[in-house]
């Protein structure tokens, strides 16, 4: 496989269950984003891992629990999830460098719905 | 702060016509900007991408984009739109490590 592999594709969840999402990337990348994108709405980026290290939550909520294992690696826990949690998760990848200025390759989004 | 703004969250074409997709930024330092394309259920895939040099970018599928600084303005343009063409596309602007996008506009091709 080649670039960013994301599972499941789709995922229907009670508000009580507990599930996570995977992402992996084959690129060789130092950087893993996570990225909700909601109908009707601009894509938000909830979270950013340089090296395995966390480098920003953009004031995600505590039901959403990122992890990454290595930088090959992401995973996004859900729990207690509301329906408006409903939409496409987005995985990313990246080769940062102080200069900034390259491309994300983004995997094919798990299509979540929460009932 | 960095922000990018999309006029038109849907536009129609004819196939063979021109496609010109808009896209407005703003930044306080010299802009990274690109250009993604995503199709039903599908992740985003980069168009094209403006860094520096050149400010005619070529890209992907026949697209292209012009930056112009003093309009600050980096819109996607085709010359014969094609069905396959269909799809939403967004316009990102990027610092280190934060990529922030645009509404997308959806793209209708008719024939």
């Known amino acids: 496989e080649t670039g960013v592999t994301q599972t499941p594709r789709h995922l229907v969840m009670g508000m009580t269950n507990k599930k996570s999402l995977k992402c992996e990337q084959h690129?060789?990348?130092?950087?893993m984003y996570w990225y909700k994108q909601s109908a009707k709405k601009p894509l938000e980026l909830m979270f950013v891992y340089n090296f395995k290290e966390q480098t920003e939550n953009n004031s995600v909520p505590s039901r959403f629990s990122p992890e990454c294992p290595n930088s090959s690696h992401l995973f996004l826990h859900l729990h207690t999830l509301q329906p408006e949690d409903s939409a496409l998760y987005l995985c990313?990848?990246?080769?940062?460098?102080?200069?900034?200025?390259?491309?994300?390759?983004f995997g094919q989004g798990t299509r979540l719905t929460v009932v | 702060a960095q922000s990018v703004t999309q006029l038109g969250s849907h536009v129609s074409v004819s196939e063979g016509a021109l496609v010109l997709l808009r896209c407005n930024y703003s930044s306080s330092v010299p802009p990274y900007l690109f250009w993604y394309v995503q199709y039903p259920n599908q992740g985003l895939q980069l168009l094209l991408k403006y860094t520096t040099g050149a400010t005619l970018v070529k890209g992907i599928n026949g697209f292209e984009a012009e930056f112009k600084k003093s309009e600050t303005s980096f819109h996607l343009t085709k010359p014969s739109a094609h069905m396959s063409d269909a799809a939403e596309y967004f316009c990102?602007?990027?610092?280190?490590?934060?990529?922030?996008f645009g509404t997308g506009t959806r793209l209708k091709v008719l024939a």
């Open positions: 690129l060789g990348h130092n950087a």
């Open positions: 990102a602007v990027s610092g280190v490590y934060k990529y922030i």
């Open positions: 990313a990848s990246s080769q940062e460098s102080r200069q900034g200025g390259v491309e994300a390759f």
